[in-house]
């Protein structure tokens, strides 16, 4: 067990819909990584909070979004979702930027 | 435009034997690259993390090498056993002004070890 946190574990929705996922880091971890596992596109880095603000921007469409709570957690939020969008979704938080990135179990999205 | 390539693609050993996992990159400037394995289906754990000025770590019977004058790592395992079994997946950082650091993922080797 990693200590990251991610619901929900399975989630099937359709296109067009919006979905929150949600992720709680470490305890004590400040750093909060999102990434998008494809099957053939491998894990790609979306986007890193650090207390509560954004500090890294990767391969992030437009229709998805996050924040990072006062409490720490981070909300990725996915809207207009397309069949394409299907994927398994990965949290990662880190102490501090330059160390071990810790993941997540993983929300598995599909869209139908 | 950083890249991280890796080979091979999937690999298939006996139980019992070693093997050789190779990454190139071209991620600049350079801050630390890190080896992961991920099982099907769960969340990537860190095997090894190195920086610029090291050129050797290793994690029980996990050693990763690297280079920086050529962009080359490599992760050998030895003594293969069938828990090895899963994709293993580069990872190299680059530092942007401000402290921040942009990972990119190589596409991982998926190496199965058979009895």
């Given at each position: ?18 979905v ?28 890193q ?41 990965f949290?990662?938080?880190?102490a ?17 | ?19 050789t ?6 991620v ?88």
């Amino acid at each position: 067990d990693s200590g990251v946190t991610q619901t929900p574990k399975h989630l099937i929705t359709a296109t067009g819909q919006r979905v929150t996922l949600r992720c709680s880091p470490r305890s004590g971890d400040l750093s909060v990584y999102w990434y998008q596992q494809s099957l053939d596109q491998g894990l790609q880095f979306l986007i890193q909070y650090y207390n509560g603000e954004e500090r890294a921007k990767g391969n992030i469409l437009e229709r998805f979004s996050a924040q990072q709570f006062p409490d720490l957690h981070s909300e990725l939020n996915l809207s207009s979702l397309e069949l394409g969008d299907s994927a398994l979704y990965f949290c990662a938080s880190s102490a501090q930027w330059s160390t071990e990135a810790f993941f997540g179990q993983g929300t598995r999205l599909t869209v139908v | 435009k950083n890249q991280v390539e890796q080979s091979p693609q999937s690999l298939i050993i006996l139980e019992g034997k070693n093997c050789t996992l190779q990454c190139n990159y071209t991620v600049s400037p350079f801050s630390n690259l890190r080896w992961y394995k991920q099982d099907t289906g769960r969340g990537p754990v860190s095997l090894t993390i190195m920086t610029f000025s090291e050129n050797t770590k290793s994690n029980g019977r996990y050693t990763a090498t690297l280079d920086a004058d050529t962009k080359q790592s490599s992760l050998h395992i030895t003594a293969s056993q069938l828990s090895d079994s899963a994709s293993y997946i580069c990872v190299v950082s680059d530092r942007k002004s401000g402290g921040s650091y942009i990972p990119t993922f190589g596409r991982g080797t998926s190496l199965i070890v058979h009895p």
